[in-house]
Each structure stands twice: as structure tokens, then as C-alpha cells.
């Protein structure tokens, strides 16, 4: 399984931006792929998730009300949309596909087996 991450980029606060997740390779055992972020010198934080056969979408509250996920099983990509961009957004943003239930929770890192190589988000004052 592979995961490519684009669609970041250099905006101003107040833009809207969307990600994008392209999984290829055997993902047919898909449970949920996720958005983390992570900013210069911070721990790798989770934004939001979908389950990938229901398409039930959770949200970090600190996005919540900006921030949408969503997904397209036909093309096998999902995308976080981020509006209102503030500065405090910029980090690196990383997808993450879930394929195996186990103690870790749906919020660390550890519960996901495949990564992409993130996307940088730089949001200028």
C-alpha cells in the first residue's frame, strides 16, 4: 500500500486549501484513513479520520468548525478540506491508512501501518 499526499502550498491567512490522499497498491482491508499534522519543533498531532467503508467522518475540535474530511472510494482518495486558514496551521500535513483493529486508538500514530511523505502548509500572516 502506498499513500501520496499533495495540494499544500504556500497561502495567506484566511485561505482555504484542499488536501488530497491517493492510495494505491492492496487496500481492499481499508478501515480508515487519516490527516495528521505536524508543525517545527511539536509532536505529530491527528486532525481527522474517515472510516472508509461507512464514510463516518471525526474531526479534531481544534478544526472542527474549518476543517472537513471526506473521501472517494471509487478513486481511492481522500481529502481534507481546510478553510480559514490561520497560522498556526502551518506544519507538515501526513495521511494515514488504518488496515488492521487493535488497541491503539483512531487518534495515534501507532494504529497506522502505511504513510505518505506529507504535504507542507505554510500559512503567512
Known amino acids: 500500500v502506498q499513500l501520496q499526499a499533495s495540494g499544500g502550498g504556500l497561502v495567506q491567512s484566511g485561505a482555504s486549501l484542499t488536501l488530497s490522499c491517493s492510495i494505491s497498491g492492496r487496500s481492499d482491508a481499508t478501515l480508515a484513513v487519516a490527516w495528521f499534522r505536524q508543525a517545527p519543533g511539536k509532536e505529530r498531532e491527528f486532525v481527522a479520520l474517515?472510516?472508509?467503508?461507512?464514510?463516518?467522518?471525526n474531526v479534531a475540535d481544534f478544526v472542527r468548525e474549518r476543517f472537513t474530511i471526506s473521501r472517494d472510494s471509487a478513486k481511492n482518495t481522500a481529502y481534507l478540506r481546510m478553510n480559514d486558514l490561520k497560522p498556526e496551521d502551518t506544519a507538515v500535513y501526513y495521511c494515514?491508512?488504518?488496515?488492521?483493529?487493535?488497541?491503539?486508538?483512531?487518534?495515534?500514530?501507532?494504529?497506522?501501518?502505511?504513510w505518505g511523505q506529507g504535504t507542507l502548509v505554510t500559512v503567512s500572516s
Open positions: 494515514a491508512l488504518r488496515d488492521t483493529l487493535n488497541y491503539h486508538s483512531d487518534y495515534s500514530t501507532s494504529a497506522y501501518a502505511y
Open positions: 474517515i472510516k472508509w467503508i461507512t464514510g463516518t467522518p
